[in-house]
């Protein structure tokens, strides 16, 4: 059992900077993947990075390429996105999840489990 929670949600101006965490606790896996999720009011939620836990492999949707950072300190059970440059269509609820098999996956169905969710909003 897995518990995620999310937080460094908030208010950004168009073309700055925004660094979201989100905390594990529960049982530890050796070797599992993680991700991050977006969803903005009457859309899909969609995929924006993944990172496999013990190496750090990372993979991104194309939309957050090189403009966000995914990364993690498995010492510490924390995940971090480091959001820059960012635009309206990055706003929305964003929300960090985490899954068993080491394979990158983009689907929401693919993971097993969820945080609550942290509110970006982008002004200007």
Do not use: H
């Not at 990075?49 to 939309?63: K, L, M, N, P, Q």
């Not at 950072?69 to 996105?81: E, G, H, P, Q």
């Not at 985490?98 to 970006?120: C, E, F, H, M, P």
């Amino acid at each position: 059992q897995v518990q995620l929670v999310e937080s460094g949600g908030g208010l950004v101006q168009a073309g700055g900077s925004l660094r979201l965490s989100c905390a594990v606790s529960g049982r530890t896996f050796s070797t599992y993947t993680m991700g991050w999720f977006r969803q903005a009011p009457g859309k899909e939620r969609e995929f924006v990075a993944a990172i496999r836990w013990t190496v750090g492999s990372t993979y991104y949707a194309e939309s957050v390429r090189g403009r966000f950072t995914i990364s993690r300190d498995n010492a510490k059970n924390t995940m971090w996105l480091q959001m820059n440059s960012l635009n309206y269509e990055d706003a929305g609820v964003y929300y960090c999840a985490a899954r068993n098999g080491i394979l990158a996956q983009t689907t929401t169905s693919k993971y097993d489990y969820w945080g609550q969710g942290t509110q970006v909003t982008v002004s200007s």
